[in-house]
């Protein structure tokens, strides 16, 4: 059994938007069946020793179209866990552009670690991120947010990055920022391709972006380099399920299909090669043996191995086909980051005094 387990329930294939970079598949209506999500939960539950943790995602499509399904599951789980003696934790990412009743309920759950998806400066979210009728969605998603800041939630901003977009990335933190972002998670779109001058872009940003970090700290977490800090400090990591890839880890499709993440169903067809076997509906827990470890040509000389973030085995997969082998762009992030995490913490800040920002703000 496990001390923490992370269950990931993809409540639909629809969407309301059409986002360029989507790699979710078609978007089909086709919702999630309650007695499916109920009884993936039930065997996540079943899959946790007392005193452990839940880790109850949901997912997309965007999953607040099945707002009243995620609140009725939401309950379900709340139950079944404090009968059981686990905590848990919901999260869920948002397209930010719907605000019905039921949706609003769901983002302001008291156990809900929500994301909310923006992609930075107005004109670089609405370049992708674009509804059925073709027009942007920034200041739709910006509303929702300040709203959002208004209230007692766990609230933190995604933000995909591009190689067109990657070298506006700094301002388009520090536009968030100014807005009330405290909480940024952000993403290199994985799916697309990297060129070597696309990676030069990168590492100009985010030694940008670090040295905003900083500036910022300790009020302001941007993922990447809190946890390069938390490493190089040797902190122990907050327990989670997170990566398990199939052992402490499941993802769900509408269909009850199995995967190891959530970023793999894409169309859920049986020719799926990272379908995991069985149903949701099939057994009484989802205990199952460890999934492989990374292995890399290269990796054992690496300078920084013991520091190395490169562990997902979906962005794994999804650059080089293979779950235990990073490919350049993987590495060059994490080699970028580590370098650029260590340089500002080298700076000795004077008592009351942080570095100012290293660039203007302009949205135009």
Not at 80 to 97: H, P, R, Y
Not at 277 to 302: I, K, N, T, V, W
Not at 326 to 331: F, H, I, S, V
Request: glycine content about 8%.
């Amino acid at each position: 059994m496990y001390e923490c387990f992370s269950l990931v329930l993809t409540v639909t294939h629809a969407c309301n938007l059409r986002c360029s970079y989507c790699y979710a598949g078609s978007k089909r209506r086709r919702a999630m069946g309650r007695h499916v999500g109920r009884t993936a939960v039930e065997r996540a539950v079943r899959s946790i020793r007392p005193g452990g943790t839940l880790e109850l995602g949901f997912f997309g499509g965007e999953p607040l179209l099945e707002a009243e399904l995620i609140l009725e599951l939401a309950d379900y789980a709340s139950r079944a866990a404090s009968q059981a003696g686990v905590d848990l934790q919901l999260g869920m990412t948002t397209n930010g552009t719907l605000l019905t009743d039921a949706a609003w309920e769901v983002m302001t759950l008291p156990a809900m670690r929500l994301t909310v998806s923006h992609d930075g400066l107005p004109e670089v979210h609405d370049r992708h991120r674009r509804g059925r009728d073709g027009r942007g969605t920034s200041a739709q998603v910006l509303a929702t947010i300040c709203r959002l800041l208004d209230a007692p939630v766990d609230l933190g901003v995604n933000m995909v990055v591009r190689p067109e977009t990657v070298a506006r990335l700094p301002e388009g933190i520090a536009w968030l920022h100014e807005q009330g972002v405290r909480h940024f998670d952000v993403a290199l779109d994985l799916w697309t391709r990297w060129q070597r001058e696309d990676s030069l872009r990168l590492q100009e940003a985010l030694a940008l972006c670090a040295d905003y970090w900083y500036a910022g700290l300790p009020e302001l977490s941007v993922s990447w380099f809190d946890e390069k800090a938390a490493r190089l400090a040797g902190l122990p990591a907050n327990p989670t399920a997170r990566c398990g890839f199939g052992d402490g880890e499941i993802a769900v499709a509408p269909s009850g299909n199995l995967y190891p993440c959530e970023r793999l169903i894409g169309e859920d067809t049986a020719d799926n090669p990272m379908q995991l076997p069985g149903h949701a509906l099939d057994r009484e827990d989802f205990c199952r043996p460890s999934a492989p470890e990374r292995s890399a040509d290269g990796c054992a000389s690496c300078a920084i191995q013991s520091q190395c973030g490169t562990t997902c085995r979906c962005s794994n997969y999804v650059r080089t086909g293979d779950i235990r082998k990073p490919d350049g762009l993987l590495c060059a992030l994490d080699q970028i980051l580590y370098r650029e995490t260590v340089r500002v913490l080298r700076k000795l800040p004077i008592a009351g005094m942080r570095p100012s920002s290293p660039f203007s703000v302009s949205s135009s």
